[in-house]
């Protein structure tokens, strides 16, 4: 099972090693550009060190929620990409789809959280079908990115059939044609 969130492997400098040889990159310089994709192949994690694009996002989902319910909303994410990582396979895409899933999670409570009002708290009616319109939709996005994961664990895992005395292990979908399984 693969981890989300390695710990960083780098020490300051390399990180501020890089960063300076991206910058130089950006500006064309092909011997920066050489010792950025040298660093890249070398590690990969190095990617997640620097910048992590998920993070970023969930950040910027949560500008606008008050300190304390950015905190309980960064533990639900964070609890639910556990549990997700828990129950598979432990794939790329799958961290990928986790990612996904945590990110549309995350944006469907902000949603949510925009919906309701306060005690006391009026808007007019065009204001309330737009935030509506809002939850609607995070949650629209939060239920595909689930059902995409679904669809990809089930393509993932393999199955076992065993008939009479042979077994067979097939990933994917079976149809059973004439007594025997066949993989499509």
Same mark, same amino acid.
């Given at each position: 099972m693969t981890t989300l969130t390695a710990p960083a492997t780098y020490k300051p400098a390399d990180v501020e090693a890089f960063l300076a040889a991206v910058a130089k990159a950006d500006e064309g310089d092909r011997t920066a550009l050489a010792i950025v994709r040298d660093k890249f192949r070398e590690s990969s994690d190095i990617a997640r060190t620097v910048s992590d694009l998920a993070y970023t996002a969930e950040t910027a989902i949560l500008a606008n929620v008050p300190a304390g319910a950015q905190e309980l909303f960064r533990q639900q994410t964070t609890n639910l990409r556990k549990q997700l990582c828990e129950e598979g396979t432990g794939t790329a895409l799958e961290t990928i789809l986790i990612r996904r899933i945590a990110l549309d999670y995350l944006a469907s409570l902000q949603a949510e959280r925009q919906? !309701? %009002? +306060?005690?006391?708290?009026?808007?007019?009616?065009?204001?309330?079908?737009?935030?509506?319109? #809002?939850?609607?939709?995070?949650?629209?996005?939060?239920?595909?990115?689930?059902? !995409? %994961? +679904?669809?990809?664990?089930?393509?993932?895992?393999?199955?076992?059939?065993?008939?009479?005395? #042979?077994?067979?292990?097939?990933?994917?979908?079976?149809?059973?044609?004439?007594?025997?399984?066949?993989?499509?």
């Amino acid at each position: 099972m693969t981890t989300l969130t390695a710990p960083a492997t780098y020490k300051p400098a390399d990180v501020e090693a890089f960063l300076a040889a991206v910058a130089k990159a950006d500006e064309g310089d092909r011997t920066a550009l050489a010792i950025v994709r040298d660093k890249f192949r070398e590690s990969s994690d190095i990617a997640r060190t620097v910048s992590d694009l998920a993070y970023t996002a969930e950040t910027a989902i949560l500008a606008n929620v008050p300190a304390g319910a950015q905190e309980l909303f960064r533990q639900q994410t964070t609890n639910l990409r556990k549990q997700l990582c828990e129950e598979g396979t432990g794939t790329a895409l799958e961290t990928i789809l986790i990612r996904r899933i945590a990110l549309d999670y995350l944006a469907s409570l902000q949603a949510e959280r925009q919906r !309701s %009002l +306060a005690p006391g708290e009026t808007r007019s009616l065009d204001l309330a079908r737009f935030y509506d319109q #809002q939850a609607d939709r995070a949650h629209r996005r939060f239920l595909a990115s689930v059902e !995409s %994961l +679904a669809r990809v664990r089930k393509l993932i895992t393999p199955i076992q059939i065993n008939i009479a005395e #042979q077994q067979v292990n097939v990933a994917g979908n079976v149809k059973v044609k004439g007594g025997r399984a066949n993989p499509q």
